[in-house]
């Protein structure tokens, strides 16, 4: 799952300011994991931990209350209420945090029940849940061995029409709902040859460039012929405080045969 949290160090450069350019400035330096990494992690951690997924949302939200470009309103405050409900969201927050679920469960069955649940404490609304199923999904099944042409047409079939990211890349623009965002990251990445052109693809869509670059960098993680730049994930991994370095790092152990 550290493809997730690349993909977002990456993006958070042009979170606010965002590019065309495929061929953007990666300023290393000026990178800063956000609340999509946060919150990846905090998935994990539930996993490892077997609690519930709002328990360790809130648990790791509220230790780092403050990542770049802070956390949604509604669930900021769901963060901080004595009696946290779902808001029936439809944004993008569901999707971003999903990858570890698509590496921990060894059927595509368990794989969607767990997203759901994932989704549902916070994002309930019918298109919230669909966004992380769907890239639960994907991550599964590219790392499972599937053919690319295989794994898109079980996306087209189940969850979203896929135009080619030649038609999608110069209409573009900010959206924070998962139906205008994980397709477009799926696009980025049936499109790509690398794990950076992937992030490259989607940051350069001019859109929400670190959840974008988060959603892509964990589907494009889960195809074996794809390495992640070394110089990125060292600077990723040398932002990241160390508690959410321990939860990666046991997770890697656990389910992804990487060690430390």
């Not at 609340?35 to 490892?48: G, K, P, T, V, W």
């Not at 409900?85 to 469960?105: D, E, L, Q, T």
Request: include cysteine; charge should be negative; glycine fraction near 8%.
């Amino acid at each position: 799952m550290i493809g997730a949290i690349v993909g977002d160090f990456i993006g958070s450069e042009y979170e606010f300011h965002p590019t065309k350019d495929y061929n953007f400035k990666v300023n290393l330096s000026q990178c800063e994991l956000t609340d999509d990494s946060i919150m990846s992690l905090a998935i994990a951690d539930a996993i490892l931990k077997n609690k519930s997924y709002a328990d360790s949302m809130r648990y790791w939200g509220n230790k780092y209350p403050n990542p770049k470009g802070a956390y949604g309103g509604s669930f900021n405050c769901w963060l901080r209420s004595p009696d946290p409900k779902p808001y029936n969201s439809w944004g993008n927050g569901s999707a971003m945090r999903v990858s570890a679920i698509g590496w921990a469960f060894d059927t595509l069955e368990k794989v969607q029940k767990e997203a759901e649940k994932s989704a549902a404490c916070t994002h309930n609304h019918p298109f919230g849940i669909k966004g992380a199923v769907a890239v639960a999904s994907i991550i599964y099944l590219i790392r499972n061995g599937k053919s690319r042409m295989e794994v898109k047409d079980y996306i087209m079939h189940h969850f979203y029409e896929l135009p080619c990211y030649q038609k999608v890349h110069p209409t573009y623009k900010f959206d924070e709902s998962c139906e205008g965002t994980v397709p477009a990251a799926m696009c980025c990445y049936f499109s790509s040859e690398s794990y950076e052109d992937a992030v490259r693809k989607a940051i350069a869509l001019g859109g929400d460039a670190d959840t974008l670059g988060s959603i892509t960098g964990s589907i494009a993680e889960a195809d074996n012929g794809y390495s992640i730049p070394v110089e990125w994930e060292k600077a990723t991994l040398q932002g990241m405080p160390e508690p959410l370095k321990n939860i990666l790092d046991e997770f890697n152990k656990r389910f992804c045969n990487i060690e430390k």
